[in-house]
């Protein structure tokens, strides 16, 4: 798609919504940012500042505006204005959407949404999220969801179109020429020069399934020597992981929120996604491009994503995630076989340039009326 209308009007002008920013969808916002710029759009990017902070939107030649990731009318006020002169506008995650519904109320404006992952809540707040869902899938022109899940879910909720989203893992490194040095290093640091390191990274969240994970940990108090387990990410679960993790002796690690997730994969001998994910698991697609041999839970999405290129389990079944790592750990052979098959289904995902040209696409169905008007 050209980024100028068939009848020479001026570049097309795009408005990205970002609310809190978690690392799948920013990093996809910054690297959509740069194609699309590069393409000759025009991009402003709506998110906190914290956010372009951490993903440089402003390096990637758009446009960057502070917005609030809180929905009261200050937020939506400084949305409102920051889209009136948007040819259309692209928000990320079920929050900026509804922000994004809000501040287009009653404009003919048409709206993307990009659904990267399912919000998860309990109790009342899981009816908020339902109603928000619902909303949004109504208000958008197209809702694009990064697994075949999303995109059903957005249909059952209402979507007029719903579409599976070419989604690219942005920077991501295969294994280093030189892997040893990295690893070395990390291993040092997390004093596993002679034990195995399982990795997982994820918020510290009750859907990531680190309860099980915790679970799993009491088999490999029986292994010899006996691998560690770190985890990377921060989250309201920490005390009480923390707890467990003392309470039971279990020889698991919370790392914090750390920035050289690659680094540790790098160094890692297996990665475990223990949890539900709905949308296109970062770990897992990292963990297949660095050559690491992944454990995860059997949901649809994370089937998708990975095909035979990973171990599943049942979820919630902490015997079964205990049984395939122990297995791993135990068969260099099997985890060589993975780390193969693994940049191979790599190979079959969306590269970037085809991230952005899906999205070209959809905003010239949805502005080439509006041009020829």
Known sequence: MSSHSPHGQSPLRTVQVLGGGNAASSTHVRSLA?????????????????????????????????????????????????????????????????????????????????????????????HLLRLLERRVARGAAVVLGTTS????????????????????????????????RPRAKVRAELGVVERPLLLAV??????????????????????????????????????????????EELPVRLLGRRDDVAELLAAADLAVLPGAEEGRSVLAQEALHACVPLVAVRTPGVRELVGDAAVLVPQGDSVALAAAVVR?????????RLGAAGLRQAATWPSEDETVAQVLSVYDELTRPLAMI
Not at 155 to 165: E, F, H, P, Q, V
Request: charged share 25%.
């Open 328 to 336: 791993l750990l135990g068969a260099p052979g099997e985890r060589e």
């Open 202 to 247: 994820g918020s510290l969240d009750r859907h990531r399934g680190y309860d099980v994970l915790l679970d799993a940990a009491h088999a490999l108090l029986r292994l010899d020597p006996v691998p560690l387990v770190a985890l990377a990410g921060e989250g309201p679960l920490r005390a009480d992981l923390q707890r467990r993790i003392e309470d």
């Open 34 to 126: 740069a194609g699309l710029v590069a393409r000759g759009v025009r991009v402003t990017v709506c998110a906190p500042i914290e956010a372009d902070h951490t993903y440089d939107f402003s390096g990637a030649g758009a446009e960057h505006l502070h917005v609030p990731r809180s929905s009261d009318p200050g937020a939506v006020a400084a949305l409102r204005a920051a889209c009136t002169d948007a040819d259309l506008v692209h928000a990320h995650g079920l929050h900026a959407s509804f922000r994004a519904v809000l501040a287009l109320g009653g404009r003919d404006t048409p709206l993307v949404v990009t659904w990267h992952d399912r919000a998860y809540a309990e109790g009342a707040r899981a």
């Open 149 to 180: 899940g999303l995109v059903d879910r957005a249909r059952r909720t209402g979507a007029r179109d719903a579409r599976l989203a070419a989604v690219a893992l942005p920077g991501a490194r295969r294994a280093e020429e030189d892997p040893e």
